[in-house]
Every structure is written in C-alpha cells, then in structure tokens.
C-alpha cells in the first residue's frame, strides 16, 4: 500500500487547546516506522500551515468561520494532491473540521466516494442548529448534497461543494446527538450503526452490513473518517468531547481491519487526539498509541501477524 501522510494541527473547529499538537504527537508514536515496517511505501508531506485570519468574529452563532474556511481549503487543496500522486491519503488532525477539507479534496480527485463515520457524534449540525457554535460538530453538513439549500453562505467558504450523497454515508459508533442531527439524518435516511446496533449485532455484522450497504450498487472509493472519540474514553481519554459507553480498542481495530481488506480505502482521517485532554501521561499514551494502532490496521497489519 501506498500512503501520503498531511500533517493538520489545526485546533479552530472547536475551542480547546491541544488538538493542533495530534499530527506530531502520532508521529512521535511510531506511525510511519510502523507503516514502514509492514510494507507500506508512505511519503510524509509534513505539516501544513494555516492563516490566522484577522478580526475572525463569530457569523451568528458559529466560531472562526474565516479560520476554519480558509484551513480547509488548503487541506481540500493538499489531499487532492496526495490522491492525484496515486496514494492513499492520511490525514492526521487536529480536530472534525478538517473533515470538510479532506473529504472534499478526495472527492475533487476521485468523483463519486463512500464515506465511513467512526465517532461518537454525526458532526451534521447545520451553521443554523448548531448549539455551540463549533464546526467540528457541522462537518458533515458542508458536505451533504441533501443539505446545501440549509448551509448559509459563510466568508472562506464558497469554495466548499457538496460532494456526499446521503446514501453514500454509513456513521458506526454514534452516541451522544443533539436533536437536530437525530432529525436530519433520519429525514435523509442516513444509514447508521449506533453503540445500540453495535451491542446488537456485535461489530463483525455492523461492518458486513457497512459493506453490503455501501457496494450494493457501485463499488466506490471509500473515505474513512475516524475521530478517536468513537473509543470508549476508558482507553482513548485524551481527546475533547468525550461520551461514555464507546467502541471497544478490538471494536475499533476490527472496523479499520474490515475495512482494509475491502480494498476500497481511498482516504483517511485520524482526528481528535488532544494531548493536553489527558489527565495523566498514560491517559495520553494509551490515546496515541491507540491512534497508531487503528491506523495500522487501516493499512494492512493484521492481529494474526
Ligand atoms: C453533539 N454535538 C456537539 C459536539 C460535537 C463534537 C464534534 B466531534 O468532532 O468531536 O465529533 C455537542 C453539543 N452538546 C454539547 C453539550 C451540551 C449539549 C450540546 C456540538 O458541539 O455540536
Ligand atoms: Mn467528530
Ligand atoms: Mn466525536
Ligand atoms: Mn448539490
């Protein structure tokens, strides 16, 4: 396999310090001697910069819009790059915002894609719904073709297109919606597995269903986007917006297992890892190398060896 590795330590879609310092703490971690280590041919872009654009006041309700805009573009910009190089593109965050950046390069390259959601949140408030104001909890709904008529036109953001059919997208892991999101995508009819459905049918059936699901029709590039909040804190606690009751470490190994062996993996993100969330040095070492380890398994390693 071959990977491109972006660097975006970007903190603005939400308002707690640390999540900029994820890229670099996973790298410290041994990701790319792990990648080398099982075959994987990988180029590390590095980190990208970002602009901190002056008097970023808030548009209604919603935080760094401008900030946030203009990140993403660059990312949108840097994963088409990595994805026209022929690689599998690794996007190491920073916080969800940068999902918007991510899944709209891939799709800039690739056409047509399936999204995979491995949180705990749908990040689908709309700039309209949302209670906090923070875009790492509306990523989703920039890039809804279902929702472009409820998106409000945003400064830094009229280069974002819709580029997701509702029908395309498979959240795994959701437990902690707000009332608007529970709505929007049972309107839309977005196919979801919560931590119910995953009690319920155990992970092996969640993913079997994921991929019927998604290849029913046509067998498309598959864009996984992983915030490590989707583990239960028990294991990854470092992260911001933490929710009880969370997808095991083997859970969330199996998903990145399953997915890896479909072949269709075309794009990742690996986001929310905050070391400054963690109470203890533990607290943030078990985050990481939980990061590392899911990231493995997205790229080939097995648990059988
Ligand atoms: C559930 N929605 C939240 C969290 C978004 C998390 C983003 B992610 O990238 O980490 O998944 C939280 C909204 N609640 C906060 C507590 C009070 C009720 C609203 C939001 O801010 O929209
Ligand atoms: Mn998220
Ligand atoms: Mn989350
Ligand atoms: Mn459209």
């Known amino acids: 396999r071959s990977v491109g590795i972006i660097g975006a330590p970007f903190s603005k879609g939400q308002p707690r310090r640390g999540v900029d310092r994820g890229p670099d703490a996973i790298r410290a971690a041994g990701l790319l001697h792990g990648l080398h280590e099982q075959g994987c041919a990988v180029k590390d ?23 946030v805009g203009s990140a993403n573009q660059r990312l949108s910009e840097a994963v088409q790059a990595v994805k026209l190089d022929g690689r599998v593109s690794l996007m190491l965050g920073g916080d969800h915002s940068l999902a918007i950046g991510s899944i709209h390069g891939h799709a800039a390259a690739v056409g047509q894609l399936a999204v995979v959601w491995v949180d705990a949140h749908a990040d689908v408030n709309t700039p309209l719904t949302t209670p906090t104001g923070n875009i790492h909890g509306q990523s989703m709904s920039f890039l809804l073709h279902e929702l472009h008529s409820k998106i409000p036109i945003l400064p830094n953001f009229s280069w974002v297109k819709p580029c997701v059919s509702a029908k395309d997208l498979v959240y795994i892991g959701l437990r902690d919606l707000d009332p608007a999101e529970h709505y929007t995508l ?26 019927d699901y998604l290849c029913a029709k046509a067998k498309k590039p598959i864009h ?20 009880v009751g969370g997808l095991s470490y083997r859970e969330g ?26 109470r203890t040095k533990d607290d943030v070492r078990s985050t990481v190398s939980t990061a590392v380890d899911l990231l493995l398994a997205c790229f080939g390693r097995l648990r059988e060896g």
């Open 186 to 211: 049972k309107l839309l009819g977005v196919k979801l597995f919560s931590m119910t459905e995953v009690d319920r049918l155990g992970v092996a059936r969640v993913m079997e269903e994921t991929c």
């Open 253 to 278: 190994l199996y998903i990145a297992e399953h997915l890896c062996q479909t072949g269709l993996l075309s794009g990742v993100d690996l986001v929310e890892v905050n070391p400054l969330r963690g």
């Open 45 to 67: 872009y590095g980190n990208l910069t970002f602009e901190e654009p002056p008097d970023d006041e808030p548009v209604g309700r919603v935080k760094h819009v401008r900030a």
């Open 224 to 243: 996984l986007s992983y915030d490590i909040d989707a583990i239960d804190p028990a294991v990854t606690p470092a992260t911001g917006t933490p929710a």
